[in-house]
């Protein structure tokens, strides 16, 4: 199993920037297509961005993309989320999740087909 570790959450303004990473130990994470999720109090999950394996495919959700970057540094065991042009409708917690069960996949989109996820960075818009 692979073990997920978020940081770099916090308290930003409107308009201001945050990174978040993501370790991975355990298994090989390198292998695995993973992504970024969040959720705000009262409303579902939802995927905020994904990336294959290998990190050549990406996929953003409408309202993030051109905001948000997705990338992996697969030497380092690493996932990292660049959050830009932030708004207060971005506070949520963050997940990154790891697609375990299923080598060398493209993005997928979906919560349920993750089965890897770390415990959440809480990130806070003001306005």
């Known amino acids: 199993q692979v073990r997920l570790a978020e940081s770099g959450g916090g308290l930003v303004q409107a308009g201001g920037s945050l990174r978040l990473s993501c370790a991975a130990s355990g298994r090989t994470f390198s292998v695995y297509a993973a992504g970024w999720f969040r959720q705000a109090p009262g409303k579902e999950r939802e995927i905020v961005a994904a990336?294959?394996?290998?990190?050549?495919?990406?996929y953003y959700t409408d309202s993030m993309k051109g905001r948000f970057i997705i990338s992996r540094d697969n030497a380092k065991n690493t996932l990292s989320l660049q959050l830009n042009s932030l708004k207060p409708k971005d506070t949520a917690v963050y997940y990154c999740?790891?697609?375990?069960?299923?080598?060398?996949?493209?993005?997928?989109?979906?919560?349920?087909?993750?089965?890897?996820w770390g415990q959440g960075t809480q990130v806070t818009v003001s306005s």
């Open positions: 990336i294959s394996w290998n990190g050549v495919n990406k």
């Open positions: 999740a790891a697609e375990c069960r299923n080598l060398n996949s493209d993005y997928v989109r979906a919560a349920r087909d993750y089965d890897c």
